[in-house]
């Protein structure tokens, strides 16, 4: 029984149809959705693309983490780009975060973000 209630329900069972149907389109459909979706379609598709294991959204993932985003947005971000384990990701998270430590580093979101980054053996000041 699936709710259609809303897009960020639609999206994953998109993803999936495009996964099984057209699989040749879905790396171009999720680097298009990186660019465009906004609160919680970003969750959804971080899920998706940390659960496929599309390492190769690395570079539009952090495209997208050095523009304005909300915490929302920023937490799932970096959790993505941090559950792909490279050492050099690891390196730009830590750079682009610094940078735009306003956009995550307040109301609950800071303590969020801080767990996730300690998970990951990050401190920030």
């Given at each position: 029984d699936y709710d259609f209630a809303s897009v960020d329900k639609i999206l994953p069972l998109m993803l999936e149809s495009i996964k099984e149907y057209d699989n040749s389109q879905l790396l171009n459909v999720?680097?298009?959705?990186?660019?465009?979706?906004?609160?919680?379609?970003?969750?959804?598709?971080?899920?998706?693309?940390?659960?496929?294991?599309?390492?190769?959204?690395?570079?539009?993932?952090?495209?997208?983490?050095?523009?304005?985003?909300q915490a929302f947005e920023v937490f799932h971000l970096t959790k993505t780009i941090l559950s792909f384990d490279n050492p050099e990701d690891k390196i730009k998270v830590i750079n682009t975060l610094k940078v735009n430590q306003k956009d995550w580093d307040w109301g609950n979101w800071s303590g969020s973000m801080r767990k996730l980054l300690r998970a990951y053996d990050i401190e920030f000041d």
């Open positions: 999720c680097k298009n959705r990186i660019k465009i979706s906004k609160f919680t379609i970003v969750e959804q598709l971080m899920q998706f693309i940390k659960d496929n294991h599309f390492t190769e959204m690395s570079d539009e993932i952090f495209t997208r983490l050095q523009q304005k985003n």
